[in-house]
């Protein structure tokens, strides 16, 4: 997928979508609602107004033509060593937007990560929070929901058999209704500037910016009942 830029910031789209998987096998084209999980992911970015390129990043060939069934042009494999459990999401990215750069002869200077395991994340979220991103010169952002049945009040450590707070009580409300309040990431979106990437060990700063997204829209693969309740959801979407 190739657009014309509108502006000087490049933005880059990249899936990775590596082979191996332990929880679900080939979980990056199980069958979601009849269409493999990649295909939502490949959509909603294709559909977005702001990506201006997209690449898929992996070392499998049976996820290569799953992407170039859905009209994904798809180059190179990744190597082999960079899609081990071990290989941090930083390095791929690294590799593939130089591999970008020197096929098309130009720089990224923003990359968006769009992992295939957030079926629900539409174009309209891609667009939101690279308009975001942009708008309050961001250096990196990634996408989260608000949790409002969990709290971090109520989590504990174990030790010999004994509950250790994860926080400490001493200084925070003890009611409920003035807990405040948390954010989770829900894997949809990692967005980071150019010199970022290149320069630092991770993704995301300590502390980034964040696009919220609904919890409905947050679910994640990873175990196989994630794809039975994202079934359900996309079902009772349907009948909305």
């Keep these: 997928m190739t657009k014309e830029a509108s502006r ?3 933005v880059l789209g990249i899936i990775p979508a590596r082979g191996g998987s332990k929880g679900i096998p080939k979980k990056n084209i199980a069958p ?3 269409r493999p999980l990649l295909a939502y992911t490949i ?3 294709q559909k977005s107004q702001l990506l201006d390129h997209l690449v898929l ?3 499998c060939l049976e996820i290569a033509d799953c992407a170039k069934a859905q009209g994904l042009h798809v180059d190179d494999l990744r190597p082999h060593e960079l899609a081990t459990d071990e290989v941090a999401t930083i390095d791929v990215v690294r590799y593939e937007m130089a591999q970008f750069e020197r096929r098309q002869k130009m720089r990224a200077e923003i990359v968006v990560i769009l992992q295939p395991t957030a079926p629900m994340r539409t174009a309209e ?3 939101s929070a690279l308009n975001q991103f942009i708008a309050d010169a ?3 952002m990634t996408s989260v929901y608000r949790e ?3 709290h971090p009040l109520v989590m504990y450590y174990a030790s010999e058999r004994r509950l250790i707070p994860v926080l400490d009580e001493a200084i925070l409300p003890k009611r409920r209704q003035e807990f405040p309040p948390v954010f989770v990431r829900n894997g949809a979106l990692y967005i980071s500037r150019r010199k970022h990437v290149l320069e630092e060990p991770a993704i995301l700063e300590e502390s980034p910016h964040f696009y919220e997204m609904p919890w409905e829209r947050s679910i994640n693969i990873d175990e196989p009942f994630d794809l039975e309740y994202a079934e359900w959801l ?3 979407n349907e009948t909305e």
Excluded: G, K
């Design 43 to 45: 959509e909603a970015a």
């Design 8 to 10: 000087d910031n490049v």
């Design 148 to 150: 409002t049945t969990i």
């Design 57 to 59: 990043s992996t070392d």
């Design 32 to 34: 979601l609602c009849e």
């Design 234 to 236: 996309m079902s009772c």
């Design 138 to 140: 961001c250096v990196s």
């Design 125 to 127: 979220d891609i667009d």
